[in-house]
């Protein structure tokens, strides 16, 4: 040896620290709960303060005593109350969810599954439209030119008023129940995987599409082994918006059926009668859903990228 | 001092093989055309390497030894002149994967380990399983990384990465190596080291190189053959021929030869020097 360079081989590679990822987890768990205990008590003083009026009215009516706690007691356990109490919404999903069999129709469980399969439909064929839509956009440039506004103008029209008129045309040619409400899903949920595969497949640096190109590699090449690889973290991004809105494009896709079955037709019945606690009960199903899928997304997304040795936390792209 | 060779005509024939060129160009020219008005990167280039070269180009930066480089590639198109490469246009040369390309940055995919990112030309050219797994672990060692074949690239050095991609670019084994400031980014050490071992790997595997540097030590420590570049526009200062013994070692820049050659580049590149200090 003439030089006193040390033996590449020997020196270690880079070790990572790994006390870093639990302590900012711990510091995680101390913000999330002060700010679900502030919502909380916030609720409770709104309950409070919304169905004050009516109660007053009804004691001033019968001539009753009535004190602050009296108040609170009697605004905290209303039948159908402007805004129920967190207590009084939790209790219903317990008898909903735990306490009816799930093949009832009154079992939450029962209409969460008719949303989420739904949901879980339209998904897959939202991220299959949308994946196609990106790889000709990237590839074609008069597509690029030519798709991508329309892809854009589709998003302006609101969801609401278009999604009554999906359903009534798809009834016309006889397509009912479970596809028209994902159609509905797929409509809203292609946008954001378009959106992220588009850039996700634009996002090798020049050197390595370079590189490629001296290797006289075909298109098809270049894609399976640089831009699909590349648009992975962009795409698990864009999967969660995609299944979170997928699970709105269902529950809108719900209301114009005339209410049969699901998240969306248990908001509609209760907003008929009146049951505000029933309404509460669906919505709050519903974000604990929708919390759940994106999760799922998310351990998906770790799973794969991990596979891939893509770092997460700052590491390569 | 019977070791330096100095001539004036950048055409000269270099004794290393029987004048069997593998680079050839004829007054080229490009001209690029950006918003702000043309840029003149290359101005009449005439140059010739010879089968078994280790030519360098050296300049300052934006001189435009890159182009010069990518143009041989063709991953630049000249605007005027000729340029063949295995005596057939770049682009024919490129279809025939004639070339090894090692660039500034070593541009892995950060999803494939070491020995995938070795085989990615391979699976490209569809050689067998069996072939691609026996040519990554011999180029891999080649560049001393036996042992890293499972890593992923964030989990080595920068020296490492540049390693890997020198294998990658010779696990095709093209007869033609173009590297473009592949160790720019090192620090000293790590690149005399890695100058060695590709003076070694030159010696062993008798293929042509043409390097891109912007160190007058480096070039005149790893060439057969020196091209001082000026600035824009990008033209051939000087040619020099500089053979230095074979077995040459790092010591080696410290012989009067050595210094000799190095006085005449930096020569060159303050004659051809354009700014105005």
């Known amino acids: ?317 | 001092m019977q070791n330096v060779a100095v001539k004036a005509e950048p055409a000269a024939a270099v004794d290393r093989s029987a004048g069997n060129s593998v680079v050839k160009t004829d007054q080229l020219s490009l001209t690029f055309q950006t918003a702000d008005g043309p840029v003149y990167a290359l101005s009449n280039v005439n140059l010739t390497i010879e089968q078994g070269e280790f030519v360098s180009f050296i300049g300052p930066s934006g001189c435009g030894k890159t182009t010069l480089m990518r143009v041989i590639a063709d991953l630049e198109q000249p605007t005027e002149g000729d340029i063949t490469v295995n005596k057939v246009s770049p682009r024919e040369a490129r279809l025939n994967r004639a070339y090894g390309y090692v660039f500034q940055a070593p541009a892995l995919y950060p999803w494939r380990q070491v020995d995938r990112n070795v085989t990615l030309p391979l699976e490209i050219m569809g050689l067998s399983q069996t072939e691609q797994q026996e040519r990554a672990a011999r180029y891999i060692e080649m560049v001393n990384l036996k042992g890293f074949e499972k890593k992923f690239p964030w989990q080595l050095s920068g020296g490492m990465q540049q390693r890997v991609s020198i294998a990658r670019a010779l696990s095709f084994e093209p007869d033609l190596l173009l590297m473009d400031e592949p160790f720019g980014a090192l620090d000293e050490i790590t690149r005399d080291h890695l100058n060695e071992q590709l003076l070694r790997l030159w010696e062993k595997t008798q293929k042509t190189v043409v390097f891109v540097t912007h160190s007058i030590p480096e070039a005149v420590f790893l060439s057969s053959k020196i091209v001082v570049m000026s600035p824009r526009p990008g033209r051939i200062i000087d040619v020099i021929d500089c053979n230095l013994p074979p077995d040459r070692t790092l010591d080696a820049r410290e012989t009067p030869e050595f210094l000799e050659i190095a006085h005449r580049v930096r020569e060159g590149l303050r004659a051809g020097h354009s700014y105005d200090d």
């Open chain 1, 1 to 317: 040896m003439t030089t006193e360079v040390a033996d590449p081989v020997t020196s270690a590679p880079a070790v990572r620290q790994p006390g870093l990822l639990s302590r900012a987890m711990s510091g995680k768990v101390g913000p999330v709960g002060l700010m679900l205990l502030l919502i909380v008590v916030i609720w409770y003083a709104g309950a409070v303060y919304l169905n004050a009026p009516r109660l007053i009215d009804g004691y001033e009516r019968n001539d009753t005593e009535w004190n602050f706690s009296k108040l609170t007691d009697d605004a905290w356990a209303m039948e159908r109350p402007i805004l129920p109490a967190p207590h009084q919404v939790l209790i219903e999903m317990n008898n909903t969810i735990f306490g009816k069999k799930i093949t009832s129709k009154r079992s939450l469980v029962y209409h969460s599954w008719v949303t989420i399969s739904s949901t879980l439909l339209g998904f897959a064929m939202g991220t299959t439209l949308g994946m196609l839509l990106a790889v000709g956009i990237v590839h074609v440039k008069a597509l690029d030119k030519s798709l991508m506004p329309w892809v854009i103008a589709s998003q302006t029209i609101p969801i609401l008023a278009i999604a009554p008129m999906i359903i009534v045309v798809l009834g016309a040619i006889g397509l009912t129940g479970l596809v028209p409400k994902s159609i509905i899903s797929m409509y809203l949920c292609f946008f954001p995987v378009t959106i992220g595969m588009v850039k996700g497949l634009r996002s090798p640096d020049p050197l390595q599409l370079d590189l490629m190109r001296t290797y006289s590699s075909s298109t098809s090449q270049v894609f399976w082994k640089l831009r699909w690889p590349s648009s992975v973290p962009f795409l698990f991004a864009s999967l969660k918006v995609a299944i979170a809105i997928s699970l709105v494009g269902a529950i809108v896709g719900e209301l114009p059926t005339g209410a049969q079955a699901g998240i969306g037709a248990r908001l509609l019945v209760g907003s008929y009668y009146g049951q505000t606690i029933q309404i509460w009960s669906a919505l709050v199903t519903a974000s604990i859903l929708a919390g759940l899928l994106v999760a799922l997304v998310g351990l998906a997304e770790k799973f794969v990228l991990r596979r891939m040795g893509v770092v997460q936390a700052g590491g390569a792209g």
